[in-house]
């Protein structure tokens, strides 16, 4: 069972929706995750939302309670929020992309997808990684084709994975096989 | 009774009656059995009703009314605080025993001509509406709202004839989901273009509006197309409302039913060019009225997004009741079937004042001056019929 964690955003049921299409699907609102459930999970998500990671300390705690226990996925907030627990800054933006698609390019240290891929998706994001940025055994996987932005990590060893694009957007063109690739990781 | 003369007849008679624009005309609904006022307590009830001990559906098996936006924000947990308000009823649905179907040309002679005071007041000016937008446009900055729509209200003391006003709007502009409301003692008039809920069986589907341009000589519906398409503000807007609801529809339907069945397309209208989608999906077998009503409302098109951080920054920036504006008018069939606009570019007229309310949406692109004179044309339209 995947168990999607809910900042209160009105994207997160795309993000259920998608996933719907490989695994069981719970979700809850982050003030009211029920145990039974995390422990139940085999993958836990931390979806998208507004603000930013500090205003979510309860999604951290456990995110660092599961942490290499369980796989762990962040999208657009929940990707900020991983970095975030692992010691990273989230700053402001000086351009904004909101309902925007743009291009973005897979390096040589993903393990999931093949270097020089390029992807269309959609991005819905005010706030970025602040780089340089380091936390053992994460590397940034996808980048801006223009800003050069972080737009996707991995974590092979403890299994945690994280997008900055919504892979669930009707923007992103291949957001199937992008979740897929990670829930079979 | 000759159809020609019914408006005239039915008017002069005080019943109340609403009529609502259908594909081919108009449906007029009267001889109200019931009426029913909805508050935070009864809603549940009235929504979940199980009418299926009937047999067979007569056309006026049906709730009409309305659901205004403080009881729609209530409903999903939103709250809004103490504001000033003319205590307008917060939701009425009405039980017709008569529906008459009326051809597009109304007509309709108003009998007595009312004195028109012509005279609007607007509760926020541009100074202030800056202020409010400079505000937002940081929380966009900050992530808390992507999208957020400011509304600005306009006011006057005038008795009104409504079915007058509905007849006149609808010659000049013909909406898809235009309706009005005449009671004893208020009335609505609406050219809603928007159409939130068309559900029929496990059939459901949302046709959100995110773009508008006004008809001129040298526009036609390709050129208005690439207007649309190359207006990278306009296609940001949209996309987001787009996402908001397909994600909307997939808290109720069935994983991998919801579509994008047509992708931001032009729809022609007698005075503007709409930027439209239109998304569907297949409802889950357990949902029941509430879950559709608390999933897709209030209209997300109208709000911003996220939905319900972004309501919170409304509701705490608005210093007046909205009441009517951005809930939703239509009806609920005994069998369950539903359709639903969202009211907006309307006019409520209670105690004898009037109110029309519009708003346009900031994003991080947009500017103020612009956006305060859009809010301006949109009520324009509206206030034009005073006279």
Do not use: W
Request: a positive charge; one cysteine or more; charged letters at 25%.
């Amino acid at each position: 069972m995947i168990y999607v964690i809910d900042h209160k955003d009105s994207f997160t049921h795309n993000v259920v929706h998608q996933l719907s299409l490989f695994d069981k699907v719970e979700c809850d609102d982050f003030s009211k995750v029920n145990k039974s459930k995390l422990n139940k999970a085999s993958t836990i998500v931390f979806s998208p939302g507004p603000g930013s990671p500090k205003d979510y300390p309860l999604s951290s705690k456990i995110y660092k309670q599961f942490k290499g226990k369980k796989k762990i996925i962040g999208i657009c907030l929940g990707f900020q929020q991983i970095l975030f627990s692992e010691g990273a800054s989230i700053i402001e933006q000086n351009k904004i992309y909101h309902g925007f698609q743009s291009e973005v390019l897979v390096n040589k240290s993903s393990k999931l997808f093949i270097a020089g891929n390029k992807f269309k998706v959609g991005r819905y994001h005010s706030l970025k990684l602040k780089e340089p940025f380091n936390a053992e055994n994460f590397d940034i996987t996808m980048r801006c084709v223009i800003s050069g932005a972080a737009m996707s990590f991995e974590n092979n060893v403890d299994k945690i994975y994280g997008f900055q694009f919504h892979p669930e957007s009707f923007l992103t063109l291949n957001g199937k096989l992008l979740i897929k690739k990670i829930l079979s990781a | 009774m000759n159809k020609k003369n019914y408006l005239n007849s039915i008017n002069n008679s005080q019943k109340p009656f609403i009529i609502y624009k259908t594909i081919k005309g108009f449906d007029l609904f009267t001889d109200f059995s019931k009426k029913i006022i909805l508050n935070n307590q009864n809603i549940k009830h009235f929504l979940n009703q199980n009418h299926s001990y009937k047999k067979k559906y007569k056309s006026t098996d049906l709730y009409i009314g309305f659901f205004g936006y403080e009881l729609l924000n209530n409903l999903i947990g939103v709250k809004v605080p103490r504001q000033k308000s003319i205590n307008f009823p917060k939701g009425i649905f009405y039980k017709p025993e008569t529906i008459i179907n009326l051809k597009e040309d109304l007509i309709y002679e108003p009998q007595s001509t009312h004195k028109i005071d012509r005279n609007f007041k607007i509760n926020i000016d541009q100074n202030s509406y800056t202020k409010i937008f400079d505000k937002f446009k940081k929380k966009i900055r900050s992530g808390q709202t992507y999208q957020i729509k400011i509304c600005t209200k306009y006011k006057n003391k005038s008795k009104i004839d409504p079915l007058d006003f509905f007849c006149r709007l609808a010659k000049t502009n013909l909406a898809p989901e235009a309706f009005m409301i005449k009671d004893k003692n208020y009335s609505i008039i609406s050219c809603s273009p928007e159409n939130l809920i068309n559900k029929k069986g496990p059939s459901i589907s949302t046709k959100p509006i995110a773009g508008t341009l006004r008809k001129t000589k040298n526009i036609n519906k390709r050129k208005a197309l690439n207007f649309f398409k190359n207006n990278i503000k306009e296609t940001k807007e949209h996309n987001m409302i787009v996402d908001m609801e397909r994600n909307d529809l997939s808290r109720i339907c069935i994983p991998g039913s919801v579509k994008l069945k047509k992708e931001k397309s032009v729809e022609e209208y007698k005075d503007l060019y709409h930027y439209v989608s239109l998304i569907s999906g297949k409802l889950k077998k357990k949902v029941e009225n509430i879950d559709i009503i608390k999933a897709m409302m209030p209209g997300g098109s109208v709000i911003g997004c996220p939905k319900i951080s972004t309501l919170n920054l409304l509701n705490k920036q608005e210093k007046e009741n909205r009441n009517i504006y951005t809930g939703s008018f239509g009806y609920i069939k005994f069998n369950g079937d539903m359709k639903f606009n969202i009211i907006i570019r309307s006019i409520l007229n209670y105690k004898n004042i009037s109110e029309i309310s519009v708003a346009s949406g900031v994003v991080i692109d947009s500017n103020a001056k612009h956006e305060f004179n859009e809010n301006f044309i949109k009520a324009k339209a509206l206030i034009d019929l005073f006279k």
